[in-house]
């Protein structure tokens, strides 16, 4: 794995050289473990360009047994005398006293505080924006990257399966949430990718809803939205039944309406399409059925090391999908004091010739009547 951070850290050093930079600053967490092999809390890489000499700089000894906290044995590390001072300041000073001129930072992750007092110490170096120049290279995963987010969406398939198996009718979408989360890490995963969401009745469907004390009753629109963090790699997958009960007929419509939607959102994930059009696919059906005022701002978005990463899948995104990019298909539908139907899966887009788009998530997507 070492050489495979290293080629990372090629790329991103052969950018800086063209812009003019003598080094980069990095340090947003899912960058830094991107690019080092591991992102020890509050560790920053200092990547140098001329003379290729790489350091993690971290506030106290990396520790722990999560992937997160190994970075790669080929880079100098660099542990300050006090846990209490800044590793990009100090990297600066490092920098500064090596005679460099000018340093790339990511100006959309440091605070206002910290430019500044990298500019105290290092008065004479040239800062210049990095920008999401990392972000981009994370958009395409390598195979090995694509093997850990298999891994997460097996963990969390098999910890939403065994909930379906239990007795539901009485708990409250907080202590589900919690089993969920617990199972999540029984199964082999680090935690949760993002907050759990179960949502019951008329809290169904909604889109960020945070679990109540609401119990779960007859007849009740159940949906449940989790995802598993494995070695950093985060999945995505959503689901709603109907409790203890055949669906009422709306009910059906409903989530036939927002199948099909979800249906025609993957269909769409084949290399070359516009973000823009995979959003629209999924959008559509919604839209003739009448429910557009309400819908989402986005159909999807990319997962990877953060659970919300590039690319957007929005109306007004900008670009086109490669193969090998991991992206959620999400529509939702709320009916608000009735509930409603949300459908997520994590996907990575492949090319016709190779199947087409594989799906990572498995669970049945069938209207179950739990």
């Known amino acids: 794995m070492s050489e495979v951070y290293a080629v990372r850290r090629g790329r991103l050093r052969d950018r800086c050289a063209a812009a003019g930079s003598d080094a980069a600053l990095v340090s947003l967490p899912a960058n830094v473990r991107y690019l080092a092999g591991g992102a020890p809390p509050g560790a920053v890489l200092l990547l140098g360009v001329a003379d290729h000499r790489d350091v993690l700089l971290c506030p106290r000894t990396p520790g722990g047994a999560t992937a997160e906290s190994r970075p790669d044995e080929r880079l100098r590390l660099n542990v300050l005398p006090t846990a209490a001072g800044d590793p990009a300041v100090a990297a600066a000073g490092l920098l500064d006293a090596s005679g460099a001129r000018a340093l790339a930072v990511e100006e959309h992750h440091l605070t206002v505080a910290r430019h500044r007092a990298i500019g105290s110490v290092a008065p004479r170096l040239l800062l210049s924006d990095l920008g999401c120049a990392v972000e981009q290279e994370r958009t395409v995963k390598d195979e090995g990257e694509i093997s850990q987010l298999r891994i997460a969406a097996e963990i969390s398939d098999q910890a939403l399966g065994e909930l379906l198996e239990s007795i539901l009718v009485g708990r409250t979408e907080r202590h589900l ?77 409903l989530y036939d309406l927002v199948f099909a939607a979800q249906r025609a959102g993957r269909e769409a994930l084949t290399p070359g399409t516009a973000y823009r059009d995979v959003d629209r696919a999924a959008r559509q059906p919604l839209e003739s059925a009448g429910y557009g005022e309400g819908l989402a701002a986005r159909t999807g978005h990319g997962v990877g090391l953060e659970i919300d990463e590039d690319p957007q899948l929005a109306p007004a995104a900008m670009g086109k999908l490669d193969a090998c990019v991991p992206v959620t298909v999400e529509p939702g539908v709320h009916l608000p004091g009735r509930g409603g139907v949300r459908i997520d899966d994590t996907l990575v887009v492949r090319p016709e010739a190779d199947g087409g788009p594989e799906l990572l998530t498995i669970t049945t997507k069938e209207l179950l009547a739990l």
């Not at 949760?192 to 609401?214: L, Q, Y």
């Open 177 to 253: 949430a919690l089993e969920l989360e617990r199972r999540l890490v029984d199964h082999g995963a680090d935690g949760p990718a993002f907050r759990t969401s179960v949502a019951t009745g008329p809290n169904a469907g909604r889109a960020g809803h945070r679990p109540s004390d609401r119990r779960v009753e007859e007849g009740d629109f159940l949906s449940v939205r989790l995802g598993a963090n494995y070695h950093g790699y985060r999945c995505e997958i959503g689901r709603t039944f109907v409790i203890g009960t055949s669906p009422a007929d709306w009910q059906i419509e």
